[in-house]
């Protein structure tokens, strides 16, 4: 039987009308009819709740060769297959969570962007300032406070919502099989999330140049103009556009994890776990070596410069590392 048979079957074993069975799925009547004709195919979160409104498992309810005597959702059992074989529920699980924590893990990068602003603000106006002026002392000692407290702010956000998604660690890490019907289900979601990406990613790309060009208008002309207003403004225009790259991104990726493409194929997640450790290292050396530069030429409103100049080193450091050990292997 069909899905759409199935669906017909199940719904007149429970004597449930159409509108009753899209009353309990939060539906239109019209929606179930399409199910039950075959003209539309439900979407993954209402297969998995007519799977848990039946009683039945989601194989069952994918499974064209699979009888109606099908049993209820099985138990996990040894097999020969080392391979972990993933569900409709967990793979649907996996893509809810990704899609629930992605905005608060861009907000914790987000924290980490904005928190040197402060510190090139007071900076700007200790040496600019004409109404308001603080020495450089106290403009040091209070921006660097506030840069710790964002970035701690940050880091926790990003390790409490990792931790979240600790349970699919092995999403991105091991290789595994998904079941019937699951693969096409993950395949649609991403289709209809492709705009939406597409438009972060150029929303993205247009503010982070964007925000460059009053710095370079400006800067050469009137350097506390720059350092009290364009540097700051750039740093809020590449925050938005980070958040908008890293929410969409994570999405998107979520979808790659499930389908086992992209950068995420058996072999490069082989190749990711052994060159996992160089992105956190990095970003540590550098923001010890801002802070350490800056504390020492105190000047901290044109150290700043070392966080651009440390992200396009990081790309050519990362592609020469992966490669590197690409090779190796």
């Not at 199935?6 to 179930?32: T, Y």
């Not at 893990?105 to 200790?126: K, Q, R, T």
């Amino acid at each position: 039987m069909i899905l759409g048979e199935k669906i017909i079957q199940m719904r007149k074993q429970k004597e449930w009308s159409q509108e009753e069975l899209a009353s309990q799925l939060g539906i239109s009547r019209q929606s179930v009819s399409k199910w039950e004709s075959g003209a539309s195919i439900p979407e993954l979160d209402k297969i998995v709740s007519m799977s848990r409104l039946f009683g039945v498992s989601t194989d069952y309810l994918l499974k064209e060769e699979m009888e109606e005597s099908a049993p209820a959702i099985l138990p996990k059992e040894e097999i020969s297959d080392p391979q972990r074989s993933v569900s409709l529920e967990e793979a649907t699980g996996f893509l809810e969570l990704t899609r629930k924590t992605a905005a608060k893990i861009a907000f914790g990068v987000v924290c980490c962007i904005l928190s040197p602003i402060c510190l090139i603000l007071l900076g700007g106006l200790s040496e600019y300032g004409q109404r308001v002026r603080i020495s450089e002392e106290m403009a040091a000692s209070l921006g660097t406070t506030v840069l710790l407290i964002m970035i701690a702010a940050g880091v926790a956000i990003l390790i409490f919502n990792g931790m979240r998604l600790e349970k699919y660690s092995y999403m991105e890490k091991e290789t595994f099989v998904l079941l019937y019907g699951v693969a096409g289900i993950v395949e649609k979601r991403k289709e209809e999330f492709a705009p939406t990406f597409r438009k972060c990613i150029i929303t993205g790309v247009t503010l982070c140049i964007v925000g460059v060009v009053p710095l370079l208008l400006i800067g050469t002309r009137d350097e506390a103009l720059a350092a009290i207003v364009c540097i700051p403004l750039l740093f809020c225009f590449i925050a938005v556009g980070v958040f908008l790259f890293v929410w969409a991104g994570s999405i998107n990726e979520s979808f790659d994890k499930t389908l086992q493409i992209g950068d995420h194929t058996p072999e490069k997640k082989e190749l990711n776990q052994q060159t996992s450790f160089f992105a956190g290292a990095y970003w540590c050396v550098i923001a010890a070596v801002y802070i350490g530069v800056s504390l020492y030429m105190d000047n901290w409103h044109r150290s700043w410069i070392i966080w651009p100049v440390a992200g396009a080193l990081f790309a050519a450091f990362y592609m020469i590392l992966r490669g590197v050990m690409g090779r190796k292997k």
